[in-house]
């Protein structure tokens, strides 16, 4: 992946939606696996979001601000968010 953000009203107390980074995560896991990559996906972290991403993700820290998400993992997010 190469960028993800979420819009300013999205962030904080008062965001308006729950759970658009991991779903769109999931998505690009499902993406991955329709093309053959079994919903591998690596992205470069900020620093700060690094566990956050551990926790949240089930993302696996490589080295530096390298993060990975595995074929587990993977399942995990697609499974989380789309039940059908």
Known sequence: MHLIEIAKFNKGKKKVCLGVPGNHVA?????SFDKGY????????????IKHYEQSLYATHFRGLRMFIEINAALKLISQYFKN
């Open 38 to 49: 079994e919903g591998f996906l690596a992205f470069d972290a900020k620093s700060a979001l």
């Open 27 to 31: 998505f690009a896991c499902k993406v």
